[in-house]
């Protein structure tokens, strides 16, 4: 579907650049809310928005379809905020959670099946905030899409609204599989980028050069710390199986090294060698 | 130093890419050598040289100064290879191994202070042979120039070689100082984005998207094995020592996330932001 009005609840870089290709492809109203004062200013001076409301009730009042793009935690409390006025209005709505588990309960327990679908845009920067949303890009973006038990009419309209507006890929996904495989895609490189920039931070030289390659490593590391936070809590126990796999693989890196066993090291390097030259092609 | 012969021995990204740039600078003759014959031949007909040799030793007759560009463990048996005829020919030598401190003793045990200092570009790309070549930028790099006990004049040399040559940024290093500096720096970055490949190669769900998040993350992965199974050895208990600092990160974030506290993780992952933030300025 392509909505007339569209709504967007969080302005910083995920929501600030959605709203502002829905406007670039013809949407005739994005109607936005923002806590943050500044970001919504900013948001319409940039034509991002053609209209900033007070509070995230006043967005499904005038929506035809909602978008939640405030941090998960907050992306999951919206949802019962917003129940009555969704129902009432029968508006559609998705969000933009990294996790898709806690929100399609969530969303089922409040009884929402025929207005809402998660959706999980794999996009996104190492910027937050309105400033950063020119960085991020929806077209040709795989974006999974999650139905509630009995929602498969609502998630065939949102993923058309991927499809249609944004110019993006929508995939179907169950939400648990994708939390699972998030786990492993997504939040594992997180969090291993995070805990090596901490290393550096705690024991590496100071005042030093780093090149590239450090850089690169690191790079997540600069991502919000509150959305982080949130979506490592709420898929606790895939990121811990993830994380002792990559603990068992460090341990593993240790045997070889501390043995000086190069035959064995050259197969342990060929082995992430393989696996990454096949990504790139 | 800008000499009128250039010699290059080994022809791969590293050292086609300063052969490569010292001929754009106007060194009139770069005599190269490499085992690998296809590469010899490219190197030739890019232009990155303007002389092919059949074995080291007529690249050290033919030159001023010669580079060594051979894998780490490659360049340590070159250096007793050519001892006696660097100091026959009095011909000034480097090399581009990224761990220092073997090749400074390993040249000092052979008496070669007034012809030979350590380099080491902060520059490189985790492509391999002289078809990578082309990503190898040396001007404004970073190059560590770590002289042996007696050769400050041939480290001055040297150095001005890089600057006056290639463009580059020469740091005068002590050896030992540069190999702890670059476990934290390089040689950790390293493992960990290898470990991370390895371990989504062994665990990871099959045929899913990776986003750009996660391929930064691994980028490194794809270097050469051969090179790094060299650096790791030969820099091995600086490597382990930063190794077990990211075991103890990635074991605090295990205790944090175990325990579901959020106020700890989001100070923990505020920790990694702030110092690669820095790192960006």
Redesign the interface.
């Known amino acids: 579907m392509k909505p007339d009005v569209l709504g967007v609840i969080g302005l910083g870089a995920m929501g600030g650049s959605l709203a502002w290709h829905a406007v670039r492809a013809g949407v005739e109203r994005v109607v936005g809310y923002t806590p943050v004062p500044a970001e919504g200013a900013a948001a319409l001076k940039a034509g991002a928005i053609t209209e900033l409301v007070g509070d995230p009730q006043s967005v499904v009042l005038r929506s035809d379809l909602v978008v939640l793009a405030a941090p998960p935690a907050a992306n999951l409390q919206l949802l019962g905020k917003l129940e009555q006025q969704i129902k009432q209005q029968k508006t559609l709505c998705t969000d933009l959670t990294s996790v898709k588990l806690a929100v399609v309960r969530k969303a089922a327990a409040l009884g929402l099946d025929r207005f809402f679908a998660g959706s999980h845009p794999?996009?996104?920067t190492d910027g937050s905030g309105f400033q950063a949303a020119g960085a991020v890009k929806y077209r040709e973006a795989?974006v999974y899409v999650t139905p509630l038990p009995e929602g498969e009419a609502a998630a065939r309209e949102i993923a058309d609204f991927w499809a249609s507006v944004l110019e993006a890929a929508p995939v179907f996904c169950d939400a648990a599989d994708h939390d699972?495989?998030l786990a492993?895609?997504?939040h594992?490189?997180?969090?291993?980028?995070?805990?090596?920039?901490?290393?550096?931070?705690?024991?590496?030289?100071k005042a030093?050069?780093?090149?590239?390659?450090?850089?690169?490593?690191?790079?997540?590391?600069?991502?919000s710390?509150?959305m982080?936070?949130d979506i490592?809590?709420l898929n606790?126990e895939a990121?811990?199986e993830?994380?002792a796999?990559?603990?068992?693989?460090?341990?593993?890196?240790?045997s070889l090294?501390?043995a000086?066993s190069?035959a064995e090291?050259?197969g342990?390097?060929?082995?992430?060698?393989?696996?990454?030259?096949r990504?790139?092609e």
């Open positions: 794999l996009t996104g795989v699972r495989m492993w895609t997504s594992l490189p997180q969090v291993v980028a995070s805990a090596l920039a901490a290393t550096l931070a705690r024991l590496g030289p030093v050069t780093y090149g590239p390659g450090a850089r690169d490593t690191t790079r997540l590391a600069a991502s710390p509150e982080w936070r490592l809590l606790r990121v811990l993830a994380l796999g990559m603990e068992d693989e460090l341990g593993t890196l240790r090294l501390s000086s190069a090291l050259l342990w390097l060929e082995k992430g060698r393989t696996w990454r030259r990504l790139s």
